[in-house]
């Protein structure tokens, strides 16, 4: 897709546990919104525009872009709301940017976890007319999922044990005061998932502001995770219409956002990539969907450690969903921490030299929504 | 300082209109304990729940075809979390392609002993024959009807 101006992260918050009492979900957005400011190092007046992402079931508000207005500064400004997904609002965002009518956009995405059960929020997402009366919540729909791709795969189980124990591992350097080692209870509540495959729902918040090629330049910005390629695609609603051990959904969106960037290969393209993991089955189901594991390689894998931390293409050096799960904003952070690798600054969790990222958020009923972003670190080669 | 909390509970009762083919749907279950489908006439394809329009072709969905009894589990899952308006736990449900349907329709799974999961899972392995039972008293909802392995 031509762009008109080149997108590029500026500036990332990324707050994927929060504990306590002592803010209200909009003083916690209030927070995020001026911890991106200040990465980003610009202020509310540079700020164009903003998209917003958030799920009004978990909110207990409805149309909750009013929790937004005033505490991510879009009183008197520019502000959209996308409640189908927060990586939605990213790809809302640049395409804001990049086609030349803004220069600059702030998006935003969180997820509370004020509601007295997840599970009961997210089963208002089925259908009134065919669904609803089924137990199908999220995670059930994981469930489901996986179990269609025991039936395909032979010897899945300790595949996804693999990279549960990878993702942990990666989520105890990453985030070593937030990983909290998972319950021992050894009861699953949605077989055939393993008790300790998901992790339980947190509050999180996350924010990151996106700038045209003009305004960085401007800026004199040097740390820009420059948007090569981007992909977005939905499966159907009902899941008795889909093949639940295949991702079309992704494969579309990755072979968009590969066009884009120029990609071929992928495992010769990047140099780290962040997958959404509310189980371990979808990430190996990434892996094939994206090109860079087909599921005759995924019993290798425990073997060859390629996607491990000091692999050959680390994949959720955070240690992705199955450590931290602030539900409704888990697939923008994806976004968010290949962003923060590309521009250099991860943190603990920094992978040394990368010059091109993959992230891959996927949402909704068993993987509805899937998109794919692309990162570079230069600005010659990125979408335009 | 002292952080305080505020509970709110919010009771709003909806009440959604089915549409003519859900209706037609459930009308034929509650009466006459059959399930049906409705063909896609571009396609061919019989979708199961039926729906008045195709999301693939974008047309129309034409005659409708009595689907199942018989079928095969697509997908399973067994849910030990209590959820609001359904009967206690655990739950086994999944997805069956009815004989003569091209997609499947979700539903309980019922005549499965479900104190250890990894037995009953045996029973309820994708790919395995299911009938279709009614409920004596039918109201016209999925709870009218669940599944059962054909071998028992």
């Not at chain 1, 609002?89 to 702030?106: D, E, S």
């Not at chain 2, 997609?103 to 790919?127: C, H, N, Q, R, W």
């Not at chain 2, 909802?141 to 071998?151: G, M, Q, S």
Request: aromatic content about 8%; overall charge negative.
């Amino acid at each position: 897709m031509p762009y008109v101006v080149k997108p590029g992260v500026i500036g990332v918050a990324i707050m994927p546990r929060i504990e306590g009492d002592g803010r209200s979900l909009e003083e916690l957005l209030y927070d995020a919104t001026q911890a991106v400011l200040k990465d980003a190092g610009i202020t509310i007046e540079d700020v164009d525009g903003i998209v917003v992402a958030s799920n009004d079931q978990y909110d207990g508000r409805a149309i909750s872009i009013m929790a937004a207005s005033g505490s991510v500064g879009g009183v008197d400004r520019d502000i959209l709301s996308t409640p189908s997904a927060g990586e939605h609002a990213f790809v809302l965002g640049a395409l804001r940017v990049a086609c030349g009518q803004y220069r600059t956009q702030l998006v935003v995405s969180w997820s509370p976890t004020e509601a007295s059960s997840i599970p009961e929020a997210q089963r208002l997402a089925a259908d009134p007319y065919f669904h609803r009366r089924l137990p199908m919540d999220e995670q059930a729909s994981h469930a489901l999922q996986a179990s269609a791709l025991m039936a395909q795969v032979p010897g899945l189980d300790a595949a996804a044990q693999a990279v549960l124990r990878k993702n942990r591992a990666n989520g105890g350097r990453a985030y070593p005061d937030l990983v909290q080692a998972p319950a021992q209870s050894g009861k699953p509540t949605r077989w055939p998932l393993p008790a300790d495959s998901m992790a339980p729902p947190v509050t999180g918040v996350v924010a990151i502001l996106l700038a045209g090629e003009d305004f960085v330049r401007e800026q004199g910005r040097t740390d820009t995770a420059w948007i090569a390629g981007m992909g977005w695609t939905t499966e159907p609603a009902f899941l008795g219409d889909r093949d639940l051990g295949e991702a079309p959904a992704l494969r579309e969106a990755a072979r968009q956002a590969y066009a884009e960037a120029g990609i071929d290969s992928p495992l010769d393209s990047v140099q780290v990539a962040e997958i959404s993991d509310a189980t371990p089955f979808q990430e190996l189901m990434a892996y094939e969907a994206l090109g860079l594991a087909p599921r005759g390689e995924w019993a290798a894998l425990s073997e060859d450690n390629r996607f491990g931390a000091n692999g050959s293409l680390p994949v959720n050096l955070s240690g992705g969903v199955t450590c931290l799960n602030p539900v409704f904003c888990t697939g923008l952070i994806r976004i968010a921490e290949v962003a923060n690798q590309v521009r250099g600054r991860a943190g603990r969790h920094q992978k040394a030299g990368v010059k091109r990222g993959l992230a891959q958020a996927s949402s909704g009923m068993a993987m509805q929504y899937q998109t794919v972003i692309v990162f570079d670190r230069e600005e010659k080669g990125a979408a335009a | 300082m002292e952080l305080l909390k505020r509970k709110e509970a919010w009771n709003i009762t909806y009440t959604h209109a089915l549409g003519e083919t859900a209706s037609w749907f459930y009308v034929q279950l509650r009466d006459h304990a059959k399930i049906y489908g409705k063909r896609d006439a571009k396609t061919g394809r019989v979708l199961v729940p039926p729906r008045s329009f195709s999301d693939q072709s974008l047309q129309p969905t034409t005659d409708w075809v009595e689907v199942g009894p018989g079928g095969r589990i697509e997908t399973f899952s067994i849910v030990y979390e209590e959820f609001q308006n359904l009967p206690p736990p655990p739950y086994a449900f999944g997805y069956v392609l009815l004989d003569g349907a091209d997609t499947a329709i979700g539903g309980f799974f019922k005549g499965v002993d479900l104190t250890d999961p990894k037995a009953a899972s045996e029973k309820l392995k994708i790919g395995t024959r299911i009938n279709t039972k009614f409920a004596e008293k039918r109201v016209g909802d999925v709870l009218d009807f669940w599944f059962e392995p054909e071998a028992g």
